[in-house]
C-alpha cells in the first residue's frame, strides 16, 4: 500500500511512520508534506497514492482546501485533536477520522478498512488512460436535510428513486433523504455487486428485494421491502442482465 502523509508536525509524522512500520511491514511511504500547498503540489506532480493520512490543521491553514485546489481521487484519513470537523470529513468523503494522540488500534482498523474498501491501482500500466481505470465504490452518504446531517452507509440503503425529477434515498427503516445527484452518476458509484439499475426511476439494493413475480413481455416485477410504491418493474431490455445478476454472475 502506498501511503502518503500530509501532516505540519515532525513528532507526529515520526510517530505515523513507526505505527505503520509496525502494523503495516509492505506499507511504502511516498512522502511526508507540512502544508496545503505543498500537498497540492505533489498531489499534482505525482501518481494518486492508495491512501492519504492527512491532519486536519497544517502549517498554512486548515487541509480541507487542498480539495478545492486538487483533484484528490483517493482515500483519506483525516487526524487531528479535536473532533468539530467530523462533518466537514465526511463531506469530502473521508474513509475515517482519526483523533490525536493515535491509537495503534484505531490506525491498524484505518488501514483494515482501506484495504477491504479500495480498489488497488494497477502500477504496472501507469500508461493506461484515467478512464479505464476502475473506481472504488462509495462508502458512506453524507446527506444534508435543513439544517440537519445524516451519515448514511451503503447497507442502510434500500433502494434509490427518483420523484418529479428529484432523487430519494429511501434507508431499511423506510425514511426517504434527499440526494443532490441523478440517479446515471449514483450509479456508478454503487458496488455493482450489492446495488442493480432495474429501470430509469430506480435503483435497489440485493438485500431489499422480498419477491421477483413474472410480468408481461418477458420483463420482471420486484416486490421491495419497504414497499416501494409503483411497480418496480425490470425494463426488457434489463431482464437478461438483471438475472444474471442475482445468479452472480
Do not use: C
Given at each position: 500500500?502506498?501511503?502518503?502523509?500530509i501532516?505540519?508536525?515532525?513528532?507526529?509524522?515520526?510517530?505515523?511512520?513507526?505505527?505503520?512500520?509496525?502494523?503495516?511491514?509492505?506499507?511504502?511511504?511516498?512522502?511526508?508534506?507540512?502544508?496545503?500547498?505543498?500537498?497540492?503540489?505533489?498531489?499534482?506532480?505525482?501518481?494518486?497514492?492508495?491512501?492519504?493520512?492527512?491532519?486536519?490543521?497544517?502549517?498554512?491553514?486548515?487541509?480541507?482546501?487542498?480539495f478545492?485546489?486538487?483533484?484528490?481521487?483517493?482515500?483519506?484519513v483525516?487526524?487531528?485533536?479535536?473532533?468539530?470537523?467530523?462533518?466537514?470529513?465526511?463531506?469530502?468523503?473521508?474513509?475515517?477520522?482519526?483523533?490525536?494522540?493515535?491509537?495503534?488500534?484505531?490506525?491498524?482498523?484505518a488501514?483494515?478498512?482501506?484495504?477491504?474498501?479500495?480498489?488497488?491501482?494497477?502500477?504496472?500500466?501507469?500508461?493506461?488512460?484515467?478512464?479505464?481505470?476502475?473506481?472504488?465504490?462509495?462508502?458512506?452518504?453524507?446527506?444534508?436535510?435543513?439544517?440537519?446531517?445524516?451519515?448514511?452507509?451503503?447497507?442502510?440503503?434500500?433502494?434509490?428513486?427518483?420523484?418529479?425529477?428529484?432523487?430519494?434515498?429511501?434507508?431499511r427503516?423506510?425514511?426517504?433523504?434527499?440526494?443532490?445527484?441523478?440517479?446515471?452518476?449514483?450509479?456508478?458509484?454503487?458496488?455493482?455487486?450489492?446495488?442493480?439499475?432495474?429501470?430509469?426511476?430506480l435503483?435497489?439494493?440485493?438485500?431489499?428485494?422480498?419477491?421477483?413475480?413474472?410480468?408481461?413481455?418477458?420483463?420482471?416485477?420486484?416486490?421491495?421491502?419497504?414497499?416501494?410504491?409503483d411497480?418496480?418493474?425490470?425494463?426488457?431490455?434489463?431482464s437478461?442482465?438483471?438475472?444474471?445478476?442475482?445468479?452472480?454472475?
Amino acid at each position: 500500500m502506498r501511503i502518503l502523509i500530509i501532516e505540519d508536525e515532525q513528532a507526529a509524522v515520526k510517530r505515523l511512520r513507526k505505527l505503520l512500520a509496525e502494523l503495516a511491514p509492505d506499507v511504502d511511504v511516498l512522502a511526508d508534506v507540512p502544508s496545503i500547498a505543498g500537498a497540492v503540489e505533489w498531489i499534482k506532480g505525482n501518481e494518486a497514492p492508495d491512501l492519504a493520512l492527512m491532519d486536519v490543521q497544517l502549517e498554512d491553514g486548515e487541509s480541507f482546501a487542498i480539495f478545492e485546489r486538487a483533484q484528490v481521487d483517493f482515500p483519506v484519513v483525516f487526524i487531528t485533536a479535536y473532533d468539530e470537523h467530523a462533518l466537514r470529513a465526511f463531506r469530502v468523503n473521508a474513509l475515517d477520522y482519526l483523533l490525536k494522540p493515535i491509537r495503534r488500534e484505531d490506525l491498524q482498523q484505518a488501514l483494515e478498512r482501506a484495504r477491504k474498501g479500495m480498489v488497488v491501482r494497477d502500477h504496472s500500466a501507469l500508461a493506461r488512460a484515467d478512464a479505464d481505470r476502475p473506481s472504488a465504490p462509495v462508502r458512506r452518504f453524507l446527506i444534508r436535510y435543513g439544517e440537519h446531517f445524516k451519515v448514511v452507509e451503503p447497507d442502510q440503503i434500500a433502494y434509490i428513486h427518483s420523484l418529479m425529477k428529484n432523487t430519494f434515498l429511501r434507508t431499511r427503516e423506510g425514511r426517504d433523504l434527499p440526494l443532490e445527484e441523478s440517479l446515471d452518476k449514483l450509479e456508478k458509484q454503487l458496488d455493482p455487486g450489492m446495488f442493480i439499475r432495474l429501470n430509469r426511476q430506480l435503483i435497489v439494493n440485493l438485500h431489499s428485494i422480498r419477491e421477483l413475480l413474472a410480468y408481461s413481455k418477458s420483463r420482471v416485477k420486484v416486490v421491495l421491502d419497504p414497499p416501494y410504491e409503483d411497480d418496480a418493474i425490470v425494463s426488457s431490455e434489463r431482464s437478461a442482465e438483471f438475472k444474471r445478476w442475482l445468479a452472480g454472475r
